[in-house]
């Protein structure tokens, strides 16, 4: 086992609260400082960035983003939602593991959460992610 963070939360090592889970991904709620509540969608396999991407993976990764997304549209109607994926340290990055992230927007200038409350404590990422996981079953 290698030192990434995201491989850990894959194994199971650190708890994440988990939207979807197939075969190739896992989608979870970031609770870290950085990024509160975003939902990230990232590839069981250790891959580090989009260049390291197979073809079957990319199609994994996405079509599992496209679910989630139909799913908090479904759930929580936001005005908009933003999928966005950065390489590297330059982008602002900390976890070297490829993974998008689905950001719900208040409006279009912002980047604001649009949860219920913004910057959600983690009981209440619970249960926004019950809320998902009950549109994708
Ligand atoms: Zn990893």
Same mark, same amino acid.
């Given at each position: 086992m290698n030192d990434c963070v995201f491989c850990k939360i894959m194994a199971r090592q650190i708890p994440a609260t988990v939207v979807h889970e197939d075969e190739a991904t896992l989608a979870f709620m970031d609770v870290g400082q950085v990024n509160p509540g975003h939902v990230l969608v990232a590839c069981k396999?250790? %891959?580090?960035? %989009?260049?390291?991407?197979?073809d079957a993976q990319a199609a994994a990764v996405f079509r599992a983003a496209a679910r989630v997304a139909r799913a908090i549209r479904a759930s929580f109607n936001p005005p908009g939602l933003s999928i966005y994926q950065a390489n590297g340290k330059p982008a602002g990055?900390? %976890?070297f593991h490829f993974h998008l992230h689905l950001l719900p927007r208040h409006d279009a200038d912002g980047m604001q959460l649009v949860w219920p409350v913004k910057n959600p404590p983690r009981e209440k990422l619970e249960e926004y992610a019950a809320r998902i996981r009950a549109q994708l079953a």
């Amino acid at each position: 086992m290698n030192d990434c963070v995201f491989c850990k939360i894959m194994a199971r090592q650190i708890p994440a609260t988990v939207v979807h889970e197939d075969e190739a991904t896992l989608a979870f709620m970031d609770v870290g400082q950085v990024n509160p509540g975003h939902v990230l969608v990232a590839c069981k396999a250790h %891959v580090e960035n %989009v260049y390291g991407l197979e073809d079957a993976q990319a199609a994994a990764v996405f079509r599992a983003a496209a679910r989630v997304a139909r799913a908090i549209r479904a759930s929580f109607n936001p005005p908009g939602l933003s999928i966005y994926q950065a390489n590297g340290k330059p982008a602002g990055q900390t %976890v070297f593991h490829f993974h998008l992230h689905l950001l719900p927007r208040h409006d279009a200038d912002g980047m604001q959460l649009v949860w219920p409350v913004k910057n959600p404590p983690r009981e209440k990422l619970e249960e926004y992610a019950a809320r998902i996981r009950a549109q994708l079953a």
